[in-house]
Nanobody, 126 residues
Framework: QVQLVESGGGLVQAGGSLRLSCAASGRTFSSYAMGWFRQAPGKEREFVAAISWPGRSTYYTVSVKGRFTISRDNAKSTVYLQMNSLKPEDTAVYYC???????????????????WGQGTQVTVSS
């Protein structure tokens, strides 16, 4: 059984930064692509970023490109999301997810991810 545990969320002022971490256990972490999604109150879960299994390919939704960076440390079975220049519209519960394959291409469909963490709250005040 795969377990994904997010951490690093919190309350930050607009323009600030946070670094989310997601620690994985249960199967060979380095074989699978990883993604971050978020869900704001009253909205559907949306794709944020994804990274391929070796970390060479990354993908971002347009609204975070240039502000967020996804990375991974396969030795630590951990994926990160560095979030800079945060905006109030970034407020959401952030979830990490493990994809069914090592490729991160076409990464936006949550149904392509078969394991999910419990989420961590990010709140950006104006």
């Amino acid at each position: 059984q795969v377990q994904l545990v997010e951490s690093g969320g919190g309350l930050v002022q607009a323009g600030g930064s946070l670094r989310l971490s997601c620690a994985a256990s249960g199967r060979t972490f380095s074989s699978y692509a990883m993604g971050w999604f978020r869900q704001a109150p009253g909205k559907e879960r949306e794709f944020v970023a994804a990274i391929s299994w070796p970390g060479r390919s990354t993908y971002y939704t347009v609204s975070v490109k240039g502000r967020f960076t996804i990375s991974r440390d396969n030795a630590k079975s951990t994926v990160y999301l560095q979030m800079n220049s945060l905006k109030p519209e970034d407020t959401a519960v952030y979830y990490c997810a493990q994809r069914f394959s090592g490729s991160a291409s076409q990464p936006t469909d949550p149904y392509d991810y078969n394991y999910w963490g419990q989420g961590t709250q990010v709140t950006v005040s104006s």
